[in-house]
């Protein structure tokens, strides 16, 4: 094979695994009352999600924050049957924060989700991750902000060869192990441990919360990037998954970060249309104002399920520039300057609210074949 043909080779590959991201939203175990979800709420969860106006049915995907169905001490959550009976993929969540005894109810979670489900899953497993934002609660600024119990690196290594042992030899054994935490978390390198013992890395970004900065929406896709490049530079090497972000459409203002529903759309089209289809993405969220609303509310639809969102998701005559490509900041820094669209809950129920080509098919068709020249 001549260098040529591998490099086309090679593209031709990174273009394929552009078009093969995951997207799709963060669901809790409960309703925002603490009520517990069952089976037929995600799915009509899961439905909803697929059929959203002006998505072109692309949000087939869910993260989950838990393996336990609330109401039970261990038994696998039931967002599990309901994504194989509407084939959603499913990023797995264990919930690591709680201490021991809590992780091994997870565990057997897990263990009863591949002694059942096994034979139907059928592939829709597409990463599993170990805690969400653990290491920020057990940070100085998560103490200091009263948040539940996190857990340090030396534990979630454990419970990541928890995981590991317990899919071993099982229908997920060849599922890659990721862990979900705040890009301040990773880029502390007293986590370091944690990112070793990993796959991947999932980053949770919220430039509305970042106060101690210039947060307004205008700096939102500059600040995200920011978060991005610090991470994949932390993550060394290892594939970085945007597991949260999002911005409000109704609640309180953090420093220079308002919510309402032309930011909230803003933001969507600034940083979510770049990663739609590119990076493994799972937006917050689809829906957290069920029966009652928090302050703040990140969902994309309102109080009833439906699939009119409450503001455009399109990404009609967007630019759509990657994150992960070389013109991504100076995208970003300009869109800030000019105004353009760029072309609480820390338990099980809801989570803590603190690719590398745009080629399109007609694009991968060539390059299959001048590499076959």
């Not at 799709?24 to 899961?46: A, I, L, P, R, W």
């Not at 489900?117 to 990463?127: E, N, R, S």
């Not at 699939?307 to 399109?314: C, F, K």
Request: net charge negative.
């Amino acid at each position: 094979m001549s260098s040529s043909t591998a490099s086309l080779l090679a593209l031709a590959s990174m273009v394929t695994s552009a078009a093969a991201a995951y997207q799709g939203f963060n669901y809790g175990s409960t309703f925002s009352d603490g009520s517990f979800k069952v089976q037929s709420d995600f799915e009509s969860d899961f439905k909803t999600a697929a059929g959203l106006q002006g998505t072109d049915g692309a949000f087939t995907s869910a993260r989950l924050f838990t393996m336990v169905q609330g109401g039970t001490p261990n038994d696998p959550i039931s967002a599990i049957p309901a994504a194989i009976s509407t084939k959603t993929s499913l990023l797995l969540g264990l919930w690591a924060s709680a201490g021991q005894q809590s992780f091994n109810n997870e565990i057997t979670a897990l263990a009863r989700t591949i002694e059942s489900y096994c034979a139907q899953l059928d592939g829709l497993v597409v990463g599993i991750s170990v805690g969400s934002e653990d290491l920020y609660r057990n940070s100085p600024i998560g103490i200091e902000a009263g948040e539940y119990a996190g857990a340090n690196p030396d534990t979630l290594v454990g419970y990541i060869k928890q995981v590991r042992d317990t899919i071993q030899g099982s229908c997920l054994s060849k599922v890659t192990i990721g862990h979900v935490d705040t890009w301040t978390a990773y880029v502390n390198a007293s986590n370091q441990a944690v990112i070793d013992a990993v796959d991947w890395v999932g980053m949770d970004a919220y430039p509305y919360f970042e106060s101690t900065r210039a947060n307004s929406i205008a700096e939102g896709r500059s600040n995200f990037q920011s978060a991005y490049d610090q991470t994949r530079s932390a993550a060394g090497g290892k594939e970085v998954w945007v597991t949260e972000t999002g911005w409000p459409v109704s609640g309180k203002t953090v420093g220079q970060g308002v919510p309402s529903l032309d930011n909230a759309r803003t933001y969507w089209r600034q940083v979510g249309c770049s990663l739609f289809g590119k990076i493994n993405t799972w937006w917050y969220t689809l829906q957290d104002s069920a029966p009652t609303t928090p302050n703040p509310s990140f969902g994309v639809v309102g109080s009833d399920l439906s699939t009119a969102a409450v503001y455009d998701l399109s990404c009609e005559g967007v630019n759509t520039t990657p994150f992960n490509s070389p013109t991504a900041r100076s995208i970003g820094a300009r869109d800030a300057e000019d105004g353009s669209e760029g072309v609480d809950s820390n338990v099980p129920g809801q989570g803590s609210r603190s690719s590398t080509s745009s080629l399109g098919a007609g694009a991968l068709a060539l390059v299959l074949a001048m590499a076959m020249v």
